[in-house]
């Protein structure tokens, strides 16, 4: 922004209603009506009362001329921001509160902050308009506060070995209701899971463009998009989802923590139904005693995506299987987007300890697997980092919008229970160190960085921007390398 010049004539106040309550404050302080001042300054009562309440900015010559005849300087009247005083003070925010959206939303009358208001009856009001501000805020919450609830929800599940018995027992019991052994849970099972909640689930093409389900609590009935995916795995868990919401009894949450909490909670029940516990812990098992165990056939058995499988991993391998994990769905650009673990690897974090939205290092397998061109199975690697030696393997996919990867990583001494072991592929990490991978080749980056300029994408993590390099928002190592490789020849 440009600074203004220096001036000596006073610039208009930035703030109307301050200077008008001002000018209220020195006119009554000279004992003067509004028609009397009026009257000396050649204007109109109307015109002064619009000044007054800040709803016009007086010109210099009409601010000039109400300064002498109350007795001061247009530079006194402008000088603070300050309101006069306490009355002047409420009326103002009284006034800039009945202004506001929030307010006007509500179809509520305003009460004209005059001065037969009187004062308990004007602070009672400012702070009912000031409780009613900070609940809508709560309600919305800065990015900064989702930020430190994801984080506290992550260390709690993390103290927890991301495990809930309780739940777990409460899905098992569920599904054996409806007759459930193992394998897959059929969508018929789920249609029989919900009749006995007293619902029936009505497949319909036209649901709110904002929804992804909407249940009809007085008919019983539970609304999803057209059952056209075949085996869908959406369809079963957006089912599944409405009913745990009905059993949880949750209530309409008060804070943004509480909304995070609820969806964990559904989320949570939700995968246990789709893999319930004794049939995970049977296959598992099995496939443990084997060293066989392997994402894409735990994947598989279930009919879930990778995803939901790595994930569930993690909530029975260390209460069970006694393997420390970890979790990461990364996405192409190299951010993390999702992180789990209990087993020490250093996932990247802000000064506030969040993850979300975090460059992951370039050399773990999350990100190395971007690279390769075969991705027909998982690609698995050992990954040296500064906690220790890491056996990871890890699934890319594609979704609507992005490249995106899955990785399930676990200490060096359980990578014995896994197929893909055997990989040779080694890296070595030292990140967080800047010199592991985010500093640029220093004849990359004396070649290029004057002589580029990349435009950052807007990144879509709700959480946190990538932090940036030499350019806002973008991973300059990566630039320098782009350029060099597509360079015409010298
Ligand atoms: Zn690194």
């Not at 509520?108 to 308009?129: C, F, I, N, Q, Y």
């Not at 420390?324 to 673990?341: C, K, M, T, W």
């Not at 990954?383 to 990867?405: I, L, N, V």
């Amino acid at each position: 922004m440009p600074s203004n010049p220096p001036s000596q004539t006073p610039r208009p106040a930035s703030d109307p209603l301050v200077l008008g309550r001002r000018i209220r404050h020195a006119r009554t302080a000279a004992g003067l009506t509004l028609r009397a001042l009026a009257e000396a300054v050649g204007s109109t009562t109307s015109q002064l009362s619009l000044v007054e309440n800040g709803r016009r900015e007086p010109r210099l010559s009409l601010l000039t001329a109400i300064a002498e005849t109350v007795g001061t300087t247009p530079a006194e009247l402008l000088s603070s921001q300050a309101p006069p005083d306490r009355r002047a003070q409420l009326e103002i925010a009284l006034e800039r509160a009945q202004r506001s959206p929030l307010f006007a939303a509500l179809g509520v009358p305003t009460v004209r902050p005059g001065r037969r208001l009187p004062m308990d009856a004007l602070e009672s009001l400012v702070a009912l308009h000031g409780e009613l501000d900070r609940r809508a805020r709560a309600a919305i919450a800065t990015p900064e506060e989702a930020r430190r609830i994801n984080t506290e929800l992550r260390l709690e599940m993390q103290s927890r070995n991301n495990y809930v018995p309780e739940i777990e027992e409460l899905a098992e019991d569920f599904v054996r209701s409806v007759g459930y052994t193992g394998g897959a849970l059929t969508h018929h099972m789920v249609a029989q899971m919900a009749e006995r909640l007293g619902f029936t689930i009505i497949h319909v093409d036209d649901l709110p463009h904002s929804t992804r389900t909407v249940t009809d609590l007085e008919n019983g009935r539970i609304y999803l998009p057209p059952a056209s995916i075949p085996g869908g795995y959406g369809l079963r868990s957006l089912a599944l989802q409405s009913m745990a919401h009905r059993i949880f009894g949750h209530e309409n949450p008060a804070s943004y923590g509480d909304f995070l909490r609820q969806r964990q909670e559904l989320a949570y029940f939700t995968a246990c139904c789709l893999v319930p516990r004794f049939a995970a812990l049977a296959f598992l098992e099995t496939k443990k005693t084997a060293k066989d165990l392997a994402m894409e056939d735990f994947r598989d058995a279930f009919g879930i995506t990778h995803h939901s499988a790595a994930q569930r991993f993690t909530n029975l391998a260390t209460a069970h299987l006694g393997i420390p994990v970890h979790f990461i769905r990364a996405n192409s650009d190299g951010a993390l987007y999702r992180g789990y673990e209990n087993d020490g690897v250093p996932l990247p974090a802000d000064a506030s300890g969040a993850i979300e939205g975090q460059p992951l290092c370039r050399r773990w397998a999350a990100r190395a697997a971007f690279a390769r061109r075969n991705r027909t199975t998982e690609f698995s690697q050992y990954t040296d980092t500064p906690a220790g030696t890491y056996w990871c393997s890890t699934q890319t996919g594609t979704s609507t919008d992005a490249e995106f990867s899955i990785t399930l990583g676990v200490p060096f001494a359980h990578a014995k229970w896994f197929r893909g072991r055997e990989t040779t592929r080694r890296a070595q990490s030292t990140c967080p160190d800047k010199s592991c991978c985010r500093r640029p080749d220093p004849e990359l980056a004396a070649r290029w960085r004057e002589k580029s300029w990349p435009s950052a994408k807007m990144h879509a993590h709700v959480l946190s921007p990538l932090p940036s390099g030499t350019f806002p928002g973008v991973d300059d190592t990566e630039v320098y390398e782009f350029l060099q490789a597509h360079a015409p020849e010298a």
